[in-house]
């Protein structure tokens, strides 16, 4: 594997369901980020982890819960989610998450929440 | 407030036919200018990074410039397979190390 992976790529799942969001990079980065897509939106930022911590968190409601085990490894924890949270979850990752510093992006997760 | 802006939302060229995609912003302290393809259903592909006014970057039938006010992503002689939405994004001022992203520019070159 390179680069960005993340798993499932499609995920549909009922508003009482909890599931989890995974993204693994390959780049040896230390900074990992989560990102939503809706449809017409600009990204949205959602979480930053440094060097396993987190140092962002742009007001995402409690039903999304991140967990960074290593610099290596991100999930996104959902639970009880709305319809409006159905999107393109998209993990990224860049070197140390100082500016200026290319993100790389994994290939996503789309999300449909019924 | 700082702010990032691309035109057109959508543009659809014949092949061959060039053109430029506009990001403009209003960050004041700019870190980095990013310009990233992003393919239906994918995430995105990074394609430049532009850090001071002046500077260009080429790839491919790809260019990009930078201003103190905005970027161009210039495409030359464009084929079908550059259509893409193609996506602005900036690092600076009151985002701080935050990428902040436009809304996007969506392409379509037909044959």
């Known amino acids: 594997e390179t680069g960005v992976t993340q798993t499932p790529r499609h995920l549909v799942m009922g508003m009482t369901n909890k599931k989890s969001l995974k993204c693994e990079q390959h780049?040896?980065?230390?900074?990992m980020y989560w990102y939503k897509q809706s449809a017409k939106k600009p990204l949205e930022l959602m979480f930053v982890y440094n060097f396993k911590e987190q140092t962002e968190n742009n007001s995402v409601p409690s039903r999304f819960s991140p967990e960074c085990p290593n610099s290596s490894h991100l999930f996104l924890h959902l639970h009880t989610l709305q319809p409006e949270d159905s999107a393109l979850y998209l993990c990224?990752?860049?070197?140390?998450?100082?500016?200026?510093?290319?993100?790389?992006f994994g290939p996503g997760t789309r999300l449909l929440v019924l | 407030e700082d702010q990032v802006t691309q035109s057109p939302e959508a543009l659809r060229l014949q092949e061959g036919e060039s053109s430029s995609l506009n990001c403009s912003y209003t960050v004041s302290g700019l870190r980095g200018l990013f310009w990233y393809r992003q393919d239906p259903g994918k995430g995105p592909e990074f394609l430049f990074t532009?850090?001071?006014a002046g500077e260009e970057k080429e790839k491919e039938r790809l260019k990009a410039t930078l201003t103190k006010k905005e970027s161009f992503l210039h495409i030359t002689a464009p084929k079908p397979e550059d259509s893409a939405t193609y996506l602005c994004?900036?690092?600076?001022?009151?985002?701080?190390?935050?990428?902040?992203f436009g809304a996007g520019t969506i392409l379509r070159v037909k044959s």
């Open positions: 780049l040896g980065h230390n900074a």
């Open positions: 532009l850090y001071s």
């Open positions: 994004a900036v690092q600076g001022g009151e985002y701080g190390n935050k990428l902040v």
């Open positions: 990224a990752s860049s070197q140390d998450g100082r500016a200026p510093e290319t993100q790389y």
